[in-house]
């Protein structure tokens, strides 16, 4: 058994007999259980080691070949692995609640096995092509065969698309520069074409017109899903490029330019945030200020930034779990998602309002909420190098709480006298419930994934060290 | 061999300014049918026949897939431009303009590339120039997929020249043929009345 054919190619070929199973509710638990299956042995059977139980010995190798490239997964991924898929597990489990079971649990699995044979595929440049099939792949996800693409859809794939080439194109120029590091021209080219590349992977500004257009059209769930995958393998793409590239990580403008791209994208996020009457187009705002949160928390000093980024992963992913869910079951009460036509919606689905709302709040870092340690720990880091910076963090940060606050007192305001009126659907209700209650979990006892999350920077050669 | 090889990128250039302005869907597969021929001559500079043969027949079964979806869609599915400007001159115009900016920039990339040859970079510059254009100009779904296709081809015709992997062939085909099947999803996703 080797960790590639147990954690790419098992869930790859398990998503085909998926396609088969009609009832969502059973493709949910058994999607979701597979997930956690794959987590929990990612957890407790170490890599390239031998496991003696009993009798009975197991060891998973670390590789496998195919025409001449090899696909490896070091004991360090097992950590990155078992939260990747234990988040996949949540948000199987909760596919069947927003109806979209059919579409996220098999073609998650690939888009999943594809995404994690990016960080395993070596040499690691071949990774932008798995990302651009695992793109390509998330258009059925998220357009039904019964909806018509609007242009949200189409601007994703141009974009998403568009980064390939430039990465591709990029890492043959970064072996020239390693070859010759005195030619500087060539080193500024080779960074440029590849910071476009991963400008359009990562939706960065001002490429990141698509993202509210696609909110606006599509299934929340299956978005939030999106949203939260793709910019996290694409920012560990990235990372093996510092990792990779001595010259690239030891320039000094790099920090500079992270930090600058970072930061435009935190404020441009939460002011925009902060002006808009759309549920959906108010979560892909909030997504653009995640993102420019894990190019700030790159921009930090080496020792910092590769704990920094890691620790967002986990309340990133869960505040959209919880955001998206909640968005979905509002959907289904108000189309459009505008304030308008989800005014006073508090009063009949307080669960899923809270949800919406604490979601939000979370990624803007409220106290008490998953995203607050992580955003106190980054906002001081960048306080202690630059006070102008962390100013204009305090106005992104600011620009997300206006916005949730916002539609918090939409979401409340009804006609005096009206009474509360509870019509929650109680599934949906408990799995909100639940993800609230991960949040302030997450919020109050930051350092419970700390024993996980300790082995991450192990993934890296150089980074961090 | 110089000349057919500036040929061929003359080719590509006729074939792009094609694709941008034809409004028949089957002018514009035709169109990306000889394109693909223009690519293999171009890649088979770098790469054995043989190998280079897959960009001409990945790129003829991704025209084939688009044609056949294209072909059970209803006439009223047939797009009409909503988006200004539609014009064939407008088109043909910036069209112009492009082709001068990549005349002029070829040698530049020459000179970070060198050893590929000018007829190699001038075609293949034009496909991602002219593909881009076409991508600027439209959000419907046939045209977005001619425009990636056509990006993506200049793009290969150039990356042949540096990386002759076995693998990175497989998968660049893999990604022209998703994009292909990803047209035929979208062209066919519609409301279920609609449909065929």
Known sequence: MSAPLLWIFIPAALALPALLIS??????????????????????????????????????????????????????????????????????????????????????????????????????????????????????????????????????LIYQTMGMPFILFAGWLL???????????????????????????????????????????????????????????????????????????????????????????????????????????????????????????????????????????????????????????????????????????????????????????????????????????????????SLGVAFWFLIGILGLLTGATRTLAVLVMAPQGTGWELQERWRPGILIGIGVLGLFLLGIFPQIFRPIMANLPGMFEHLGK | MTLIAWIVAGLLLVTSVGILVSRDWRLGLGFLGLQYLGVFWLTSQHWPVSMAAIKVVTGWMAIATLGITRLNLKESDKESEQILPEGRLFRMFTAGIVTVIIVTAAPTVEDIIPGIGMPVISGSLILMGLGMLHLGMTVQPFRVILGLLTVLAGFEALYAALESSILVAAMLSTVNLGLALVGAYLLSARMPEENV
Do not use: C
Request: glycine residues 8%.
């Open chain 1, 23 to 156: 009832n969502g509710r059973i493709l949910s638990i058994v999607g979701g259980s597979l997930a956690l299956l794959l987590s929990l042995v990612a957890l407790i059977v170490p890599i390239d080691q031998a496991l003696q139980i009993g009798n009975f010995s197991l060891k998973i190798a670390p590789e496998i070949e195919i025409l001449g490239r090899r696909l490896i997964l070091t004991p360090a991924d097992g950590s990155l692995l078992a939260i990747f898929y234990g988040l996949v597990a949540m948000w199987f489990y909760g596919a069947e609640v927003t109806r979209t079971a059919h579409r996220l649990v098999p073609l998650g699995l690939i888009i999943i096995a594809l995404l994690v044979a990016s960080i395993a595929v070596e040499p690691f440049l071949y990774a932008a092509i798995l990302i651009e099939i695992a793109v390509l792949l998330a258009v059925p996800l998220l357009l039904p065969v019964n909806q018509a693409p609007g242009p949200g859809v189409m601007r994703f």
């Open chain 1, 175 to 385: 072996t020239g520069v390693e070859s010759s590091p005195s030619d500087l021209a060539l080193a500024v080219q080779s960074a440029t074409i590849l910071g476009l590349g991963f400008a359009f992977l990562l939706a960065m500004f001002p490429l990141y017109v698509w993202l509210p257009m696609l909110a606006e059209e599509v299934s929340p769930y299956a978005l939030g899903f999106l949203f939260w995958v793709l910019p996290t393998i694409t920012i560990i793409f990235g990372m093996g490029f510092l990792d990779r590239y001595s010259w690239l990580r030891t320039s000094a403008g790099l920090s500079q330019v992270l930090s600058v791209g970072g930061l435009v994208m935190v404020v441009t996020g939460g002011l925009w945030s902060a002006f808009q009457r759309h549920l959906s187009r108010q979560m892909a705002y909030a997504v653009i200020a995640e993102t420019g949160f894990s190019l700030l928390a790159f921009s930090l000093s080496p020792e910092k930034a590769v704990d920094a980024v890691f620790l967002l992963i986990i309340p990133r992913s869960l505040a959209l779990l919880v955001w998206a869910m909640s968005l979905t079951q509002m959907k289904e009460l108000a189309e459009p998602l505008r304030f308008s036509a989800v005014q006073g919606l508090a009063r009949k689905h307080p669960v899923t309002t809270a949800g919406l709302i604490l979601a939000h709040f979370s990624i803007a870092g409220f106290p008490l909420l998953a995203g607050f340690p992580v955003r106190l720990a980054l906002w001081e880091g960048l306080a202690s190098q």
